[in-house]
Nanobody
């Protein structure tokens, strides 16, 4: 009964900001990494950012560095993705995911056992 529920997506203009949330429940996430992935129209799903549940180690895709910030609130079992300076190429369905932490595979979707349903982010020019 593990649940990951994303929220916060929407339609914005280039240069605007959005804050995505992922509420996790159903188990302890000690030893896990919480990640964000996205899938744009006609594209493969790609890694965006991740944060380890306990230590707070952070990983970013090159496309996210300098613009996106991942954070968490363990008391709320919630992970956030603050997205600034949004570009049309950021348009995608954004997915929250959780998996057992392995540093060498943090950016691989194969690491993640649990996935949310996704939230749509659309950025117009």
């Amino acid at each position: 009964q593990v649940q990951l529920v994303e929220s916060g997506g929407g339609l914005v203009q280039a240069g605007d900001s959005l804050r995505l949330s992922c509420a996790a429940s159903g188990r302890t996430f000690i030893g896990y990494v919480m990640g964000w992935f996205r899938q744009a129209p006609g594209k493969e799903r790609e890694f965006v950012a991740a944060i380890t549940y306990i230590g707070g180690s952070i990983y970013y895709a090159d496309s996210a560095k300098g613009r996106f910030t991942i954070s968490k609130n363990n008391a709320k079992n919630t992970v956030y993705l603050q997205m600034n300076s949004l570009k049309p190429e950021d348009t995608a369905v954004y997915y929250c995911a959780a998996g057992r932490f392995t540093p060498s595979a943090t950016m691989s979707q194969r690491l993640y056992d649990y996935w949310g349903q996704g939230t749509q982010v659309t950025v117009s020019s």
